[in-house]
C-alpha cells in the first residue's frame, strides 16, 4: 500500500504533515487550483507594523506575481520575536519565509498546525496517529474541481503519462 505526503514541510519547518493512502484524494487536497486552507504559527523577528501586516494579508509580489490573500494576525509577542497566525490558501515553494523575510521580518520558526479540517493538536514532534473516520469525511467532502483525468483534453494539453 502507498502513502501520499499532502503538502511537504521544508527541512526548517515542523508541523503537521498528512499520510494518506488514498492517491485520488491525495491528488485533491494537494492541487494548487483546490485552495484548501492551511494554518501555521510563525515566529518572526522583531514587532511588525500594522501596515506591515496588512500588506501581507492583501498579498505580495513574489517570482513575478501576487500571492493571494493570507489572514494573518499577532498572537503574541515574545521579547523581541513576534508569533503571528497564518493562514492561507495557496503554497507556493517557502512562501511564508518568503513573504516575511521580504516584509522585513525573517522567520526564526515555522509550524505547521491545521490543512483543512485536520489540526495538529498535541502531538509532540515525531509523533503520530491515524486520522479518525469525521477527519477522513471531510476530507472527502472538501471542494474539489473535476479530477484533470477525467476533463477532456483542450488542444495540445499533454496527459501525465507524456510529461516528462
Not at 494537494?30 to 500588506?55: C, I, M, Q, S, W
Not at 498579498?59 to 503574541?76: E, M, Q
Not at 513576534?82 to 515555522?110: C, F, N, S, Y
Not at 491515524?130 to 483534453?153: C, H, M, N
Given at each position: 500500500?502507498?502513502?501520499?505526503?499532502?503538502?511537504?514541510?521544508?527541512?526548517?519547518?515542523?508541523?503537521?504533515?498528512?499520510?494518506?493512502?488514498?492517491?485520488?484524494?491525495?491528488?485533491?487536497?494537494?492541487?494548487?487550483?483546490?485552495?484548501?486552507?492551511?494554518?501555521?504559527?510563525?515566529?518572526?523577528?522583531?514587532?511588525?507594523?500594522?501596515?506591515?501586516?496588512?500588506?501581507?494579508?492583501?498579498?505580495?509580489?513574489?517570482?513575478?506575481?501576487?500571492?493571494?490573500?493570507?489572514?494573518?494576525?499577532?498572537?503574541?509577542?515574545?521579547?523581541?520575536?513576534?508569533?503571528?497566525?497564518?493562514?492561507?490558501?495557496?503554497?507556493?515553494?517557502?512562501?511564508?519565509?518568503?513573504?516575511?523575510?521580504?516584509?522585513?521580518?525573517?522567520?526564526?520558526?515555522?509550524?505547521?498546525?491545521?490543512?483543512?479540517?485536520?489540526?495538529?493538536?498535541?502531538?509532540?514532534?515525531?509523533?503520530?496517529?491515524?486520522?479518525?473516520?469525521?477527519?477522513?469525511?471531510?476530507?472527502?467532502?472538501?471542494?474539489?474541481?473535476?479530477?484533470?483525468?477525467?476533463?477532456?483534453?483542450?488542444?495540445?494539453?499533454?496527459?501525465a503519462a507524456q510529461k516528462g
Amino acid at each position: 500500500m502507498s502513502c501520499y505526503p499532502v503538502r511537504q514541510l521544508d527541512t526548517r519547518s515542523e508541523g503537521l504533515i498528512l499520510l494518506i493512502n488514498d492517491g485520488e484524494l491525495a491528488h485533491r487536497l494537494t492541487h494548487p487550483r483546490n485552495e484548501h486552507p492551511k494554518v501555521y504559527h510563525v515566529l518572526v523577528e522583531g514587532r511588525p507594523e500594522a501596515e506591515t501586516l496588512e500588506r501581507w494579508r492583501r498579498g505580495i509580489f513574489l517570482d513575478g506575481r501576487r500571492t493571494r490573500p493570507a489572514k494573518v494576525r499577532v498572537i503574541r509577542y515574545e521579547g523581541a520575536h513576534t508569533w503571528l497566525e497564518v493562514e492561507m490558501r495557496e503554497g507556493k515553494k517557502r512562501q511564508i519565509r518568503r513573504i516575511a523575510a521580504r516584509l522585513g521580518h525573517p522567520v526564526r520558526r515555522l509550524i505547521r498546525i491545521r490543512i483543512g479540517p485536520v489540526t495538529l493538536g498535541r502531538l509532540k514532534p515525531g509523533q503520530w496517529r491515524p486520522l479518525t473516520e469525521q477527519e477522513l469525511r471531510q476530507l472527502r467532502s472538501l471542494k474539489a474541481e473535476e479530477s484533470p483525468r477525467s476533463r477532456p483534453r483542450r488542444a495540445g494539453q499533454r496527459s501525465a503519462a507524456q510529461k516528462g
